[in-house]
């Protein structure tokens, strides 16, 4: 095991998508790269319940990290997905007003847009917004466009970053749950110690590594500290934001193109009416705090809320004869408002945290600033790499392989299971079976 040649130049701890971005981005450079996850199947938390939309950042506050990695995943998002395969909507978003006091702020929206890079970002009258989706309930008294929106098919973009790194020699390992308690830093060599935590007799599987990324989301605070402790200007304590969310079928007289969004606060984008790359109508997230990082069950109450909700942006759906499943995601927020990625090159080590709800957003940007921070402690590869990009599948071939394979989709020789209800019950509807997502 101590052979130079089993020693990983970095090991990322997480199988979200931010894990992902960062084992291709690292990869890509020419690291010799591994990525492990606790559960059996990459995409498991946060990253299977998200909205499935790339933002412009409008609600990321100027001068943090958050919204210049937003912005330099922006730049290259849309040339990422034509390059792969992905399917996408970019058709932009409308902030859209309802009563005089929020109609007044259209355009404090429009300048943070443009501000965000959204350059072409626009107020529209009732009446346009009429003709762009005539759905829509007449009350609206304006919008802000913002053009560089994009709806994507969150599991597909997602699970793409992973193929793509593996494609390019990274190797993932699922099932395999980091032991904080047991993982070392070997200080003679300045190499890790990779343990796997184990609950029975087997013996734990062990990686080498020169750097580790933990980037295991609403849990990253508790492996920083047993890891490698907390400095005060460096620590935060995550904070875990429920978000709760509820599908439709759509129809002629409901469907929608733009995601429908508040004014955003400083605190959240608020509730969106948005339709999914499949059509499907979804209204969500909410954005309540809980105590609990794992707790997903479906509350009664708010599940009400977001009926009216919907039934108010889109008077003619009907809540009931139209449902077809609802889900909870738990957005790994913190104490901090911007994202928390650090490194502490005396421990070989860098924190990728406090990646709220713009993960899939600035996924690229910031695998790209992880690597950015990995070649300050890391040799420079000693040739470079040669990338190779072959497009993922059709999606009409992805679609018939996940009702063969029982929810599961085989991609360059590896099988996926489909985790993320919106690409879960778009794939049911194409298929002709009747849409539904499960109860969570």
């Given at each position: 095991?101590?052979?130079?040649?089993?020693?990983?130049?970095?090991v990322?701890?997480?199988?979200?998508?931010?894990?992902?971005?960062?084992?291709?981005?690292?990869?890509?450079?020419?690291?010799?790269?591994?990525?492990?996850?606790?559960?059996e199947?990459?995409?498991?938390?946060?990253?299977?319940?998200?909205?499935?939309?790339?933002?412009?950042?409008?609600?990321?506050?100027?001068?943090?990290?958050?919204?210049?990695?937003?912005?330099?995943?922006?730049?290259?998002?849309?040339l990422?997905?034509?390059?792969?395969n992905?399917?996408?909507?970019?058709?932009?978003?409308?902030?859209?007003?309802?009563?005089?006091?929020?109609?007044?702020?259209?355009?404090?929206?429009?300048d943070?847009?443009?501000?965000?890079?959204?350059?072409?970002?626009?107020?529209?009258?009732?009446?346009?917004?009429?003709?762009?989706e005539?759905?829509?309930?007449?009350?609206?008294?304006?919008?802000?466009?913002?053009?560089?929106?994009?709806?994507?098919?969150?599991?597909?973009?997602?699970?793409?970053?992973?193929?793509?790194?593996?494609?390019?020699?990274?190797k993932?390992?699922?099932?395999?749950?980091?032991?904080?308690?047991?993982?070392?830093?070997?200080?003679?060599?300045?190499?890790?110690?990779?343990?796997?935590?184990?609950?029975?007799?087997?013996?734990?599987?062990?990686?080498?590594?020169?750097?580790?990324?933990?980037?295991?989301?609403?849990?990253?605070?508790?492996?920083?500290?047993?890891?490698?402790?907390?400095?005060?200007?460096?620590?935060?304590?995550?904070?875990?934001?429920?978000?709760?969310?509820?599908?439709?079928?759509?129809?002629?007289?409901?469907?929608?193109?733009?995601?429908?969004?508040?004014?955003?606060?400083?605190?959240?984008k608020?509730?969106?009416v948005?339709?999914t790359?499949?059509?499907?109508i979804v209204?969500?997230?909410?954005?309540?705090?809980?105590?609990?990082?794992?707790?997903?069950?479906?509350?009664?109450?708010?599940?009400?809320?977001?009926?009216?909700?919907?039934?108010?942006?889109?008077?003619?759906?009907?809540?009931?004869?139209?449902?077809?499943?609802?889900?909870?995601?738990?957005?790994?927020?913190?104490?901090?408002?911007?994202?928390?990625?650090?490194?502490?090159?005396?421990?070989?080590?860098?924190?990728?945290?406090?990646?709220?709800s713009?993960?899939l957003?600035?996924s690229?940007?910031?695998?790209?600033?992880?690597?950015?921070?990995l070649?300050?402690?890391?040799?420079?590869?000693?040739?470079?790499?040669?990338?190779?990009?072959?497009?993922?599948?059709?999606?009409?071939?992805?679609?018939?392989?996940?009702?063969?394979?029982?929810?599961?989709?085989?991609?360059?020789?590896?099988?996926?299971?489909?985790?993320?209800?919106?690409?879960?019950?778009?794939?049911?509807?194409?298929?002709?079976?009747?849409?539904?997502?499960?109860?969570?």
């Amino acid at each position: 095991m101590d052979n130079n040649n089993n020693i990983y130049d970095v090991v990322v701890v997480g199988g979200g998508v931010v894990g992902s971005a960062v084992l291709r981005a690292a990869t890509l450079k020419g690291y010799k790269c591994a990525l492990i996850e606790k559960d059996e199947h990459l995409l498991s938390h946060a990253s299977g319940s998200n909205s499935g939309i790339a933002c412009t950042g409008v609600d990321a506050t100027p001068g943090t990290l958050e919204r210049a990695l937003i912005r330099d995943a922006n730049s290259m998002f849309r040339l990422y997905c034509k390059g792969h395969n992905i399917p996408t909507r970019p058709c932009g978003s409308l902030v859209c007003a309802w009563d005089m006091e929020q109609k007044n702020k259209l355009y404090q929206v429009l300048d943070e847009s443009l501000d965000a890079g959204d350059t072409h970002a626009s107020i529209l009258s009732p009446s346009q917004i009429q003709q762009k989706e005539p759905n829509l309930n007449k009350r609206c008294l304006g919008a802000t466009h913002i053009p560089g929106e994009v709806v994507v098919d969150p599991w597909i973009y997602s699970i793409s970053l992973a193929v793509h790194a593996r494609e390019n020699g990274a190797k993932i390992f699922t099932n395999f749950e980091f032991d904080p308690d047991a993982s070392y830093l070997n200080e003679n060599n300045n190499t890790w110690s990779v343990i796997e935590k184990c609950s029975n007799e087997k013996s734990p599987r062990i990686l080498k590594a020169k750097t580790i990324v933990n980037a295991t989301g609403i849990f990253s605070d508790h492996v920083q500290k047993k890891s490698i402790g907390s400095t005060s200007d460096k620590s935060w304590t995550a904070k875990p934001r429920r978000g709760q969310y509820r599908i439709y079928s759509p129809s002629l007289d409901t469907c929608i193109t733009h995601p429908i969004q508040p004014i955003p606060t400083q605190r959240t984008k608020g509730i969106f009416v948005f339709s999914t790359i499949y059509n499907q109508i979804v209204v969500g997230p909410t954005a309540l705090d809980q105590s609990s990082r794992t707790d997903r069950s479906i509350d009664p109450k708010v599940a009400n809320q977001l009926d009216d909700h919907v039934k108010n942006i889109i008077p003619a759906i009907d809540i009931e004869k139209d449902f077809v499943g609802h889900y909870v995601g738990i957005r790994p927020g913190t104490n901090k408002r911007d994202y928390q990625i650090h490194l502490y090159p005396n421990q070989g080590w860098v924190a990728v945290a406090g990646i709220r709800s713009t993960g899939l957003t600035a996924s690229l940007g910031i695998g790209n600033y992880v690597v950015r921070l990995l070649n300050s402690i890391l040799e420079s590869p000693t040739e470079i790499p040669t990338i190779k990009t072959t497009p993922i599948p059709h999606l009409s071939d992805m679609i018939r392989d996940f009702h063969t394979r029982n929810g599961f989709v085989q991609i360059q020789n590896f099988e996926y299971k489909v985790t993320h209800p919106l690409t879960i019950c778009g794939w049911q509807e194409r298929d002709g079976v009747a849409g539904h997502v499960p109860r969570m």
